[in-house]
C-alpha cells in the first residue's frame, strides 16, 4: 500500500499539496532560473518546456515509492509559490532525505519556508512513520540554513561535492518531539 499523502498538509500560512499538471509551468521557471539553482548547487535546467512536461506527467510512484514531491501553496491566495520533497526513502530503516525550495521570491523571509517545513517534517514523521530525516544545504546559503535550523535541524557534518561545500544536518523523531517541534495541531489531532 502506498502511505504518501493525497490530501493537504496544513501549517499556519501554507498547505502541502500532492503535484499536479498545473504546478508544472512554475516549476519549469523556478528550474530554469540560475540563481535558484545555484542556492541547491544545481545547474539550470536545459530542456524545452514540452520535454520538461513529458518527464513530468511520467514520474511514477509504486507501491512503496523512494520519493514524494509536494507543492507548497499559500493558504490565503491558492498560490503555488515552492515545493517539498522527500526522496531515498528508506522504510526499512524509516530514514529519508528532505528538501524544500521557495520559488517565488516574495514569499522570501516572510517564514512561507519554515511554515511549510515544519509541515512537511510533521508528515514525514507522524503520517510516514520516519523515525529520522537528513538533508544537505550549501555552506554559503545562509537562509536555508537558518530555516533548517529553526525547524530542528542540527549540523552533523559536511561535504565536498562537484566543488561545493555542504553542510550536512539531521533530526530524528526523538529531537523533534523532545524539542516541542510539534505543532498544536499535530498533538491535537493525535493526543
Not at 40 to 64: C, M
Not at 173 to 191: G, H, W
Amino acid at each position: 500500500m502506498n502511505p504518501m499523502s493525497r490530501t493537504p498538509i496544513s501549517g499556519d500560512k501554507v498547505s502541502l499539496n500532492p503535484k499536479s499538471l498545473a504546478d508544472a509551468p512554475r516549476d519549469y521557471i523556478w528550474r530554469k532560473d540560475a540563481e535558484l539553482a545555484a542556492l541547491n548547487g544545481q545547474p539550470s535546467l536545459k530542456i524545452s518546456f514540452i520535454r520538461y512536461v513529458t518527464q513530468f506527467e511520467s514520474a511514477s510512484e509504486g507501491d512503496r515509492p523512494t520519493k514524494e514531491i509536494l507543492s507548497i501553496k499559500t493558504i490565503a491566495e491558492g498560490r503555488h509559490i515552492g515545493n517539498c520533497a522527500i526522496y531515498d526513502i528508506d522504510w526499512d530503516r524509516a530514514e529519508a532525505h528532505v528538501g524544500i525550495v521557495i520559488g517565488d521570491r516574495r514569499y522570501w523571509e516572510k517564514g512561507y519556508g519554515s511554515d511549510a517545513f515544519r509541515a512537511f517534517i510533521g508528515y514525514a514523521f507522524n503520517h510516514l512513520g520516519m523515525r529520522r530525516l537528513h538533508l544537505k544545504t550549501l555552506e554559503r546559503n545562509i537562509r536555508a540554513r537558518k530555516c533548517f535550523s529553526r525547524c530542528g535541524f542540527q549540523p552533523c557534518g559536511s561535504l565536498l561535492e562537484n566543488g561545493n561545500t555542504y553542510i550536512l544536518m539531521q533530526l530524528s523523531y526523538e529531537d523533534y518531539v523532545n524539542r516541542a517541534l510539534v505543532p498544536n495541531k499535530l498533538t491535537e489531532k493525535t493526543a
